[in-house]
């Protein structure tokens, strides 16, 4: 498996991926083509074979230089299980580090039980700000993306 930065051209494959990879949210084509242009130095993809089999887009927030996101990660389900994410989660964490980063943030959605696990094996821990609500072993924040939308929000210190 060669692990790599994002290019322009990796967008239409992200997408596709990104549709077999539930209940982590779809987005419309146009974010992930934004990830592969403006944010390639932070964003990631696993390929085997010459075919992208998962990837990490992210970046570096320009209000606070210390602190990242992660948008989205994803596996391709067959895959899941054999520490693509984790060397993708490795790779992105390593390169905020070096650019000067000592926090990352994610969000997930409560019913994502399978993510939840994977950040918590790895250092996150759920933010718990304002009104919750249980969310298996962590608490989610209680409309955080809008209206009936609660979403657990990680953060790691790195």
Do not use: W
Not at 3 to 29: G, K, Y
Not at 50 to 58: E, Y
Not at 83 to 106: D, P, Q, W
């Amino acid at each position: 498996m060669i692990l790599r930065n994002v290019r322009e051209e990796d967008f239409t494959a992200i997408a596709e991926l990104a549709f077999r990879c539930p209940p982590m949210v779809t987005e419309r084509n146009s974010i992930y083509h934004i990830f592969t242009r403006f944010f390639s130095s932070t964003s990631f993809v696993a390929e085997e074979d010459g075919r992208i089999t998962g990837f990490l887009l992210g970046f570096i927030s320009q209000d606070d230089p210390h602190e990242a996101y992660i948008h989205l990660l994803c596996v391709s389900p067959h895959l899941r299980g054999r520490g693509v994410a984790s060397r993708l989660l490795e790779v992105f964490t390593e390169t905020v580090r070096r650019k000067g980063v000592n926090v990352i943030y994610l969000i997930t959605k409560p019913v994502n039980q399978r993510a939840i696990r994977f950040y918590l094996k790895n250092g996150f821990r759920a933010v718990e700000e304002g009104e919750t609500v249980d969310a298996g072993p962590v608490k989610a924040v209680a409309d955080y993306n809008g209206p009936g939308e609660d979403m657990v929000v990680f953060r790691r210190l790195i």
